[in-house]
């Protein structure tokens, strides 16, 4: 199993030319982190509001 992921992940590994092109990539940490952190606030302050008052 190891092997198979090292081979994997393996820089160019999944194109025919074996390059490595970011070009085509869509960056969603930005999204994915201000959705997570607006999840959390909006978890955490009905229960905040419980326990204070």
């Known amino acids: 199993t190891f092997i198979h992921l090292t081979?994997?992940?393996e820089t160019g590994s999944n194109t025919p030319l074996g390059?490595?092109?970011n070009c085509?990539?869509?960056p969603f940490?930005?999204?994915f982190s201000i959705k997570d952190?607006?999840?959390f606030?909006?978890?955490l302050?009905?229960?905040a509001a419980?326990?204070?008052f």
């Open 7 to 9: 081979f994997l992940h």
């Open 19 to 21: 390059i490595s092109s």
């Open 29 to 31: 940490h930005p999204y």
């Open 37 to 39: 952190i607006l999840g």
């Open 50 to 52: 419980l326990a204070i």
């Open 45 to 47: 302050a009905p229960l």
């Open 41 to 43: 606030i909006a978890i």
């Open 24 to 26: 085509d990539k869509i």
